[in-house]
C-alpha cells in the first residue's frame, strides 16, 4: 500500500525527526534514503546540535525541504529530539525519530505507515 500524502492544508503525514552532531556524510546518506522513498507523505527536521564539520550548510544547499533548527552547542540526544518533535508540523500523525547514520530501505515508509 502506498502512502498518500495526507494533503496540504492537513500537512505531512510522518514527521521524520534527526538529530546530528558532525555526521555532514552520515546524515547526508540518511537524508538521500529518506527522499527515495516512494511515498512523499513525509517532513524532515534535522536538529543540528552546533556541528562543525558543515552539517547545516550541505542540508540546506543539498535537501532545501528539510527543516533545519541549529543549536549553538550540543544539547544532547534527547533535548535535541524534543526540539525536532517540537518543531515538527503540528498536523502530523507520527513523529519518527532516526539516528543519523540511518539508511532506510526503499520500503521502509510505505510498511510503516501501513503497520501503523
Not at 515538527?88 to 539508511?103: E, G, H, Q
Amino acid at each position: 500500500m502506498a502512502a498518500e500524502r495526507v494533503g496540504a492544508a492537513r500537512g505531512p503525514l510522518v514527521s521524520i525527526v534527526i538529530v546530528n552532531w558532525n555526521g555532514r556524510a552520515l546524515l547526508e546518506a540518511c537524508l538521500r534514503s529518506i527522499y527515495s522513498q516512494p511515498s512523499d507523505a513525509f517532513e524532515v527536521v534535522v536538529v543540528d546540535n552546533g556541528s562543525a564539520d558543515g552539517s547545516v550548510e550541505a542540508v540546506k544547499r543539498s535537501f532545501p525541504d528539510v527543516v533545519v533548527r541549529e543549536n549553538k552547542s550540543n544539547l544532547g540526544f534527547a533535548k535535541g529530539n524534543n526540539i525536532g518533535i517540537e518543531a515538527a508540523s503540528k498536523d502530523s500523525k507520527y513523529i519518527l525519530t532516526l539516528n543519523n547514520d540511518t539508511v532506510l530501505d526503499r520500503s521502509f515508509l510505505g510498511a510503516l505507515i501501513e503497520a501503523a
